[in-house]
């Protein structure tokens, strides 16, 4: 069974940088797609940014273009999300995500659990 499995939250200043990873089990990261979606309070789950098997990007949010980068490490079955110049608006539950395809449609089968991001001064 796929589990995955979301750390590196906390509380951060705006203007500042999070590391996020996400640990998968159970099956070969080198065959998933992942991506990342948050849910802020209040709100639906929104999709931020996604990663294929050819490490393809797609960004769901325009917002954080420029700001967050994902990263695969197939050798340590972890996905990363570096995210730099922080605002408060990107406060939320961050979760991880995977599916199998392409990054075109943000429809993921198996999800973390999520880790809590807050953005203030």
């Known amino acids: 069974q796929l589990q995955l499995a979301e750390s590196g939250g906390g509380l951060v200043q705006p203007g500042g940088s999070l590391k996020l990873s996400c640990e998968v089990s159970?099956?070969?990261?080198?065959?998933?797609?992942i991506g990342w979606f948050r849910q802020a309070p209040g709100k639906e789950r929104e999709g931020v940014i996604c990663?294929?098997?050819?490490?393809?990007?797609?960004y769901y949010s325009n917002s954080v273009k420029g700001r967050f980068t994902p990263a695969r490490d197939n050798a340590k079955n972890t996905v990363y999300l570096q995210m730099d110049s922080l605002k408060p608006e990107d406060t939320g539950v961050y979760y991880c995500?995977?599916?199998?395809?392409?990054?075109?449609?943000?429809?993921?089968?198996?999800w973390g659990q999520g880790t809590q991001v807050t953005v203030s001064s």
């Open positions: 159970g099956f070969p990261l080198d065959q998933w797609t």
């Open positions: 990663i294929n098997l050819h490490n393809f990007i797609q």
């Open positions: 995500a995977a599916k199998k395809g392409s990054c075109i449609n943000a429809n993921f089968d198996s």
